[in-house]
């Protein structure tokens, strides 16, 4: 059902989840997708323990056959050249979810989910959080119910260490995006805990 489908693949600052992400990228293209990157501010400036900037975005190159977008003048087009049939936050943090849920748009990525949602199509939310079950529950509860969002299914990815901690299931992003292309929710949205 994804084969052939067009997908802003947008990446924002969860660091440690930056594997896995490229990994989720490396899964839809195998599927039959045709993935283009989308880099936050951060993502694409910053080096941290987990991954160099340089190896994130030659990584996203070198998976999706395409230069990523890193400027909010370059993410701007999405939307009025109906570019993709759908875009993924992967990861989505915290900072993203508030910033989705009071429609503020300072990065490449928000501007690329704003642009996008004008066109009545899915954007797709992987969350990766530390305050999900606090500061940030009130945004997710927020998005959960307006239109065009949904969730890859997410749930305490440590409870005794980071009680508050919220991250979803990567490789649910395919089934996620299908049921998203259809209209629809992808069920559970809330996973058992670790």
Same mark, same amino acid.
Do not use: W
């Given at each position: 059902m994804l084969?052939?489908?067009?997908?802003?693949?947008?990446?924002?600052?969860?660091?440690?989840?930056?594997?896995?992400?490229?990994q989720a990228m490396e899964d839809l293209v195998k599927q039959g997708v045709d993935?283009?990157?989308?880099?936050?501010?951060?993502?694409s400036e910053m080096s941290t323990r987990f991954m160099a900037n340089t190896e994130l975005i030659e990584r996203?190159?070198?998976? #999706? =056959?395409?230069?990523p977008i890193?400027?909010?003048?370059?993410?701007?087009?999405?939307?009025?050249?109906?570019? +993709?049939d759908a875009v993924v936050i992967v990861p989505c943090t915290g900072n993203t979810l508030a910033k989705l849920a009071n429609s503020i748009t300072d990065t490449p990525v928000l501007m690329a989910a704003k642009s996008h949602l004008r066109n009545n199509r899915p954007l797709i939310l992987a969350v990766s959080t530390n305050d999900?079950? #606090? =500061?940030?529950a009130k945004n997710?509860?927020?998005?959960?119910?307006?239109?065009?969002?949904?969730?890859?299914? +997410?749930?305490?990815?440590?409870c005794v260490r980071k009680p508050f901690s919220l991250v979803a299931d990567f490789g649910l992003l395919g089934e996620t995006l299908s049921a998203a292309l259809a209209g629809k929710q992808l069920q559970p949205v809330l996973l058992p805990g670790k």
């Open positions: 084969e052939g489908m067009r997908v802003g693949f947008a990446v924002t600052g969860s660091f440690c989840t930056h594997r896995a992400s490229l993935v283009y990157p989308i880099l936050s501010y951060n993502s996203s190159i070198a998976i #999706s =056959g395409h230069e890193c400027t909010i003048k370059d993410a701007e087009p999405i939307g009025p050249k109906k570019l +993709f999900g079950l #606090s =500061g940030s997710i509860g927020l998005l959960l119910s307006m239109k065009n969002y949904y969730f890859v299914p +997410f749930g305490q990815d440590d």
